[in-house]
Structure formats: structure tokens, C-alpha cells
């Protein structure tokens, strides 16, 4: 079994005017990196890139860039609704200093398996770097399958890896199948933190999950766990993991309750959020349950 990682699709912290709030998001990159995640992605779904402007989304890069400082491994969600726009956002990133980035497709329209390939080939071979793609059905509209993965891999050098946000397990198990024999070096991440284990003993090679922003002690535990063959450890992780999925459930989207349950754990941060309203008194009782649960706080 590989070396199992964590990255965490960090949230982007602004102030009350929808600003972003740079001391905000230095405390919650310093939170992650001393909590041992292995990888910060900035700007995915958990950071509401599709609500910001491509001037707050490059100025994040920069605050990022800084701060994170090659400490950990650091990505830049660069998907936009032109071809141009991801090329665009995509190398000012990886010129900035970003390991890789990784790009969803457009969304709004469903788009059929030969206008999802004809996306990718436009913009890969003007990507001046390493490129993870992103799939999530539940927010593009149509899934980037194994089969299209395949095609792309074997036409574009720089493609390095992918996320896989599905509730469907198998759908992981058949890209794995499909992609590692011809190129064994192809990064597969779960999209969901439950399934990391899953991943890994299918021949993947770890998780970008949004339970790390919470909790990232418990997810970089989980993973010396993996890493060290620790079955008792792995399964105690697994148990914690499994209860803290429940913040995905508390509201649509999660996002509010995720941000409410870091600043109950100390963080010196604003909860607010570009789209979404916060959270009821009800929701943060939940949350506050949540954590006393598995002793967070």
C-alpha cells in the first residue's frame, strides 16, 4: 500500500463586507499546518471559489503563497467557466509558487463525455505546470469518468492527479482500476474523509476532505495510523471520522457549520460566508454537540 496523504480543501475566511480577510486566512493555514495535514488546496469548493471575483481569487493565491511557504504541498482550485479564464488563473498560480493545480469544468450546463474531453484538451497543453482534475458530480453537473480520464492521461503529460468527490466508492475503485496499470503514478484522492481508508487499499493514495479544517490532528493521526499499519489506531480514527461526517449534514451547503465549529474550537476567525446564511442557534447546539462528542472541545 502507498503512502497515504491528507489535504485539506481549506475554507476562505472573509470579513463581513466579503473582503478576504488575510490575517483570517493566516490563522487558518497556520491552524492546518500545525494540526499535520500533508497538503492545503486553496480555493475548492470549501473555499466558495464560484463566489469570488478572479481579483479576490488571485489575491488569495499571493496571501497563500506567503504564508504557506512550501511547508506543506499546496494546490490552487483554478476552475472557471471559460477555457480562458482557467488558463489564466491557472498559471498566474502555478508562476506564483502553487505545487499543482486542480480544475472542476464548467458548470450550469451538463456537458456530454466529448465536450468534457474537448474542455481538458484546450486548456492542459497551455498549463505551464501540474494539473489535478476535479470531479464532483454534485456540483458540475456530469461526471468526469474513468474512460475520459484515461484518454486525457495518455495525451497530456502534466495531468498528475485527481479528486473524486462521489458517494458511490466504486466509481473510485474503477478510475484506480483504469488509470494505475498504464500510469502508476497517478494520484487518486478521495473527495469524501470516510473513505480514505477505502482509497488507500484500493491503490489510491489519499484524501482531500473538508473534515481536515475542523480537525486536522485527527486527520494527520489517521494517516500515521494508515501509514503505520495500526489496525487499532485506524479503526479508532475511522469511528471519530465517521461521527464528524455528520457537519456535512447539518446545513446545505456545510460550509457555515464548518466555519462555526472552528471558531468554537478557538480559532480567532469570521464565520461569514459570500452566499449563505449563517447558521441557526438549533445548528450551532448541533455542532457544539458534535464536537463535545469526540472530544474537540
Same mark, same amino acid.
Given at each position: 500500500?502507498?503512502?497515504? &496523504?491528507?489535504?485539506?480543501?481549506?475554507?476562505?475566511?472573509?470579513?463581513?463586507?466579503?473582503?478576504?480577510?488575510?490575517?483570517?486566512?493566516?490563522?487558518?493555514?497556520?491552524?492546518?499546518?500545525?494540526?499535520?495535514?500533508?497538503?492545503?488546496?486553496?480555493?475548492?469548493?470549501?473555499? &466558495?471559489?464560484?463566489?469570488?471575483? !478572479? @481579483?479576490?481569487?488571485?489575491?488569495? *493565491?499571493?496571501?497563500?503563497?506567503?504564508?504557506?511557504?512550501?511547508?506543506?504541498?499546496?494546490?490552487?482550485?483554478?476552475?472557471? !467557466?471559460?477555457?480562458?479564464?482557467?488558463?489564466?488563473?491557472?498559471?498566474?498560480? $502555478?508562476?506564483?509558487?502553487?505545487?499543482?493545480?486542480?480544475?472542476?469544468?464548467?458548470?450550469?450546463?451538463?456537458?456530454?463525455?466529448?465536450?468534457?474531453?474537448?474542455?481538458?484538451?484546450?486548456?492542459?497543453?497551455?498549463?505551464?505546470?501540474?494539473?489535478?482534475?476535479?470531479?464532483?458530480?454534485?456540483?458540475? #453537473?456530469?461526471? +468526469?469518468?474513468? @474512460?475520459?480520464?484515461?484518454?486525457?492521461?495518455?495525451?497530456?503529460?502534466?495531468?498528475? #492527479?485527481?479528486?473524486?468527490?462521489?458517494?458511490?466508492?466504486?466509481?473510485?475503485?474503477? +478510475? *484506480?482500476?483504469?488509470?494505475?496499470?498504464?500510469?502508476?503514478?497517478?494520484?487518486?484522492?478521495? #473527495?469524501?474523509?470516510?473513505?480514505?481508508?477505502?482509497?488507500? $487499499?484500493?491503490?489510491?493514495?489519499?484524501?482531500?476532505?473538508? $473534515?481536515?479544517?475542523?480537525?486536522? @490532528?485527527?486527520?494527520?493521526?489517521?494517516?500515521?495510523?494508515?501509514?503505520? #499499519?495500526?489496525?487499532? &489506531?485506524?479503526?479508532?480514527?475511522?469511528?471519530?471520522?465517521?461521527?464528524? !461526517?455528520?457537519?456535512?449534514?447539518?446545513?446545505?451547503?456545510?460550509?457555515?457549520?464548518?466555519?462555526?465549529?472552528?471558531?468554537?474550537? =478557538?480559532?480567532?476567525?469570521?464565520?461569514?460566508?459570500?452566499?449563505?446564511?449563517?447558521?441557526?442557534?438549533?445548528?450551532?447546539?448541533?455542532?457544539?454537540?458534535?464536537?463535545?462528542?469526540? =472530544? $474537540?472541545?
Amino acid at each position: 500500500m502507498k503512502k497515504a &496523504e491528507y489535504f485539506s480543501p481549506v475554507v476562505t475566511i472573509f470579513d463581513q463586507d466579503g473582503n478576504v480577510d488575510i490575517n483570517g486566512n493566516k490563522v487558518v493555514y497556520e491552524h492546518l499546518i500545525n494540526g499535520g495535514v500533508d497538503g492545503i488546496v486553496v480555493m475548492g469548493s470549501s473555499g &466558495e471559489f464560484f463566489a469570488m471575483s !478572479m @481579483e479576490q481569487r488571485k489575491q488569495l *493565491i499571493d496571501v497563500a503563497v506567503s504564508c504557506i511557504n512550501h511547508r506543506v504541498k499546496f494546490l490552487v482550485g483554478t476552475g472557471c !467557466m471559460t477555457p480562458k479564464e482557467t488558463v489564466e488563473l491557472s498559471n498566474y498560480a $502555478l508562476q506564483a509558487g502553487a505545487d499543482a493545480v486542480m480544475i472542476i469544468g464548467p458548470y450550469y450546463f451538463t456537458l456530454g463525455a466529448q465536450n468534457i474531453e474537448w474542455y481538458y484538451d484546450q486548456i492542459l497543453p497551455q498549463i505551464q505546470g501540474n494539473v489535478f482534475l476535479y470531479n464532483y458530480p454534485g456540483g458540475s #453537473g456530469y461526471d +468526469l469518468t474513468p @474512460e475520459i480520464t484515461l484518454r486525457l492521461l495518455r495525451k497530456h503529460k502534466n495531468l498528475v #492527479g485527481y479528486k473524486d468527490t462521489v458517494d458511490n466508492f466504486g466509481h473510485t475503485r474503477a +478510475l *484506480i482500476n483504469a488509470t494505475k496499470g498504464e500510469f502508476p503514478d497517478f494520484i487518486v484522492m478521495s #473527495g469524501f474523509d470516510e473513505s480514505l481508508m477505502h482509497t488507500m $487499499l484500493s491503490g489510491g493514495n489519499g484524501c482531500i476532505g473538508g $473534515l481536515s479544517n475542523i480537525a486536522p @490532528e485527527i486527520c494527520s493521526a489517521w494517516v500515521k495510523a494508515i501509514n503505520a #499499519g495500526n489496525i487499532s &489506531e485506524i479503526e479508532k480514527y475511522q469511528k471519530i471520522i465517521n461521527s464528524l !461526517m455528520n457537519f456535512y449534514t447539518i446545513n446545505e451547503p456545510f460550509l457555515p457549520a464548518v466555519k462555526t465549529a472552528m471558531a468554537l474550537r =478557538g480559532l480567532d476567525i469570521s464565520t461569514h460566508c459570500l452566499e449563505f446564511n449563517p447558521i441557526t442557534a438549533e445548528q450551532v447546539q448541533q455542532v457544539e454537540k458534535i464536537l463535545k462528542d469526540n =472530544g $474537540l472541545k
